[in-house]
């Protein structure tokens, strides 16, 4: 997989590996067994810092997708399943429900959008304190 | 008053400044510059025009002499000038054959294989090569001495932005094979997400920040909202601005605390290694005099 870094995101460079790791999980590109990149190719195809890398992969492995193994490189260990579909589903119905709602109360996909955003930090910043 | 340039050995740290200062005639270029670089991390030096950034590189390459405070370096130092220079007259091949002949330590195959990435004929006289290529020969000749510590004035200046990206990453490559310490001085900050992990921020010749990038930028947020003389959560200004009816402050958190929830019609967004150095230029560039 190749990685790409938007530098105008305020992002860190580590955190944004992490999530396009997670989203190959996600959309089966990645699955266990399956080998990263080594720290070197990462380096040369993206002139990402070594040390970003690294730290990325860390990250990774602390939150059990990956494993390194010594001398043979780092290995997908978890697939990163959407959870259960039927709880999938359920979820989809219940948010197309409230999202016509918004829509019949004048919302825009913009208005929405800020909405979600919203209740998202909020939840983050709870979950922090 | 010590003024001390010397090379020691220490496993964890590639430089390390204790109040150095460097002045030409009266006025001071560099003062009370204290920092500590861990050894393997890329360093970006950041500053304003006259900030003091050629001054601290070429004190630390040991070029200049400083007039007070103290500046250790770990192992061999190369330091590649703003104006990459070269022999006229030298081909590239002359200049490796002078490399090898002027370091204690020479890596032919690194440099030649430098060169090689980028094309640079080997038998042509400097004087006839570009710019850009003249660049390379430098860099290569730097690359070639294997230094512990790698100094690079405004090493992307006057690179077009394919090969600025191809240098930053044969560089990087370098890093990540041989474990040297990187130093370079920029201008273009917004290219170097991802590549520098460390910074060091000069205004006035003080060093005004410093430290791990991630760190910093994730103790720094911005928020915009309504009209307001004072932040939505507690912190220290380090740029306000006010349009019309908005008000917009990027603030640095206090340390070893939750991150505040900013409710209302406050939005917050992280802070981009641009947004924090151009707020801090803005900060100092009426503040203090030299």
């Not at chain 1, 193994?69 to 959870?83: I, P």
């Not at chain 1, 409230?98 to 983050?124: C, F, K, M, N, Q």
């Not at chain 2, 192992?75 to 000038?81: C, H, K, L, P």
């Not at chain 2, 205004?203 to 991630?214: I, N």
Request: glycine content about 10%.
């Amino acid at each position: 997989m190749e990685f790409r870094i938007d530098r105008a995101s305020g992002l860190p460079a580590y955190l944004q590996l992490v999530r396009q790791v997670r989203e190959a999980l996600r959309l089966g590109w990645l699955v266990p067994g399956d080998r990263l990149p080594t720290v070197r190719d990462v380096v040369a195809s993206s002139g990402v810092n070594a040390n970003t890398v690294l730290k990325a992969y860390r990250e990774l492995e602390l939150s059990g997708l990956v494993e390194a193994r010594q001398g043979s490189g780092t290995f997908v260990k978890a697939a990163l399943g959407s959870g259960d579909p039927e709880v999938m589903a359920a979820l989809r119905t219940r948010f197309a429900e409230w999202v016509r709602a918004a829509r019949e109360a004048g919302l825009d996909t913009e208005d929405i959008d800020a909405l979600v955003r919203s209740v998202l930090t909020e939840g983050e910043g709870e979950a922090v304190a | 008053m010590t003024t001390v340039v010397e090379s020691v050995d220490t496993t964890a740290l590639a430089v390390r400044t204790q109040g150095l200062g460097k002045r030409y005639r009266t006025k001071w270029a560099l003062r009370d510059c204290a920092f500590e670089l861990p050894a393997g991390r890329v360093a970006a030096l950041v500053g304003a025009n006259g900030a003091g950034k050629t001054t601290l590189m070429s004190v630390l390459a040991g070029l200049l002499k400083p007039d007070e405070g103290t500046a250790v370096t770990s192992g061999r130092v190369a330091f590649v000038s703003q104006d990459k220079p070269v022999y006229r007259h030298f081909s590239a091949a002359d200049m490796l054959r002078m490399g090898a002949r002027l370091n204690t330590v020479w890596d032919q195959t690194r440099a030649e294989r430098w060169l090689e990435r980028f094309e640079i004929p080997l038998g042509k006289a400097c004087g006839k090569l570009s710019g850009g290529q003249q660049a390379q020969v430098a860099f290569a000749l730097a690359i070639g001495s294997r230094p512990t510590v790698l100094m690079l004035d405004e090493p992307l200046a006057n690179l077009d932005p394919l090969a600025r990206r191809e240098v930053t990453a044969e560089l990087l490559t370098e890093v990540e094979e041989t474990g040297m310490t990187v130093l370079l001085s920029t201008h273009v900050v917004a290219e170097l997400g991802g590549v520098a992990d460390y910074l060091l921020l000069l205004a006035h010749g003080r060093l005004l920040a410093g430290g791990d990038l991630d760190e910093l930028l994730a103790r720094h947020v911005l928020y915009t909202g309504p009209k307001s003389d004072v932040p939505p959560a507690l912190g220290t200004v380090v740029e306000a601005r006010h349009r019309g009816n908005q008000s917009t402050f990027l603030l640095e958190l206090p340390e070893d605390q939750p991150r505040p929830v900013v409710a209302g019609q406050w939005t917050e967004r992280p802070v981009t290694l641009e947004d924090y150095v151009l707020a801090q230029l803005a900060a100092t560039r009426k503040g203090i005099g030299a």
